[in-house]
């Protein structure tokens, strides 16, 4: 494993040397890359979302209030921020916590999680037609983790007029406007937490202004279309280079 491992690495260190242009998916990872490529020339590639797919869908039912998280738990590394919850369930056992997911950390976090009558999982949901029920009926989206780019269920929840709690790690800051389409918090900050979900829960108008601003916001600078005229003014100066 360690051999395929340096493998991969040695190809794709010769393919960042040797490209015309390198395309990160959020400013953070460009950080990253300038480590190791200082003089290379990069660009943001934004990853557009199809809105189309993104529409009120009643067919599941939750308890309420509820927050609603929907991650994978395949990498310790970012899976292991949900156990901030545990203080977080314990001090709000009237909000009800639903988790959409699955990976081979799963039981380290039920373990810790499921013991709380307020906490929920899921498994894994059928996409996008469940995820899409799910996003219908829950109050508050949160996306609790370790590290992150630019999450796709960050941008489908703004897209469903939810407002979002996100921590403030990676590229997810990039993906939300803090304290316009939700609230960002800081990592391992379970009393944050506790005051950002208060807070929706009981203001609805600026929960529905939140969201209404974050399906606006994903609309605007992560639709196809903005992907496409993005990667085009990319492309445009190399295209005439070479012509």
């Not at 991969?8 to 400013?27: M, Q, Y």
């Amino acid at each position: 494993m360690r051999k395929v491992l340096d493998m991969r690495s040695d190809v794709a260190e010769k393919v960042f040397a040797g490209a015309t242009v390198i395309l990160p998916i959020c400013n953070y990872l460009i950080d990253i890359v300038k480590e190791h490529h200082p003089t290379q020339k990069m660009d943001v590639f934004v990853e557009g979302v199809d809105d189309s797919k993104w529409y009120k869908k009643e067919g599941m039912s939750l308890q309420h209030p509820c927050v609603g998280l929907l991650q994978d738990a395949n990498w310790w590394r970012k899976t292991k921020e949900m156990l901030v919850l545990e203080n977080v369930l314990k001090s709000m056992p009237d909000v009800h916590f639903y988790w959409a997911g699955d990976g081979q950390y799963k039981e380290k976090i039920l373990k810790v999680l499921e013991k709380f009558e307020n906490f929920h999982w899921l498994g894994s949901l059928e996409y996008p037609d469940k995820v899409r029920e799910y996003l219908t009926e829950i109050d508050i989206y949160a996306i609790i983790t370790g590290m992150d780019t630019t999450p796709l269920s960050l941008k489908e929840a703004q897209l469903m007029e939810k407002p979002v709690i996100a921590t403030d790690v990676g590229g997810n800051s990039e993906t939300m406007k803090d304290g316009e389409t939700g609230f960002l918090v800081k990592e391992g900050d379970g009393e944050d937490l506790i005051k950002k979900i208060s807070l929706l829960i009981k203001d609805k108008e600026l929960s529905a202004k939140l969201g209404k601003e974050g399906c606006n916001f994903i609309q605007q600078e992560f639709s196809m279309d903005a992907s496409a005229k993005n990667f085009l003014r990319i492309v445009a100066p190399y295209v005439k280079d070479n012509n």
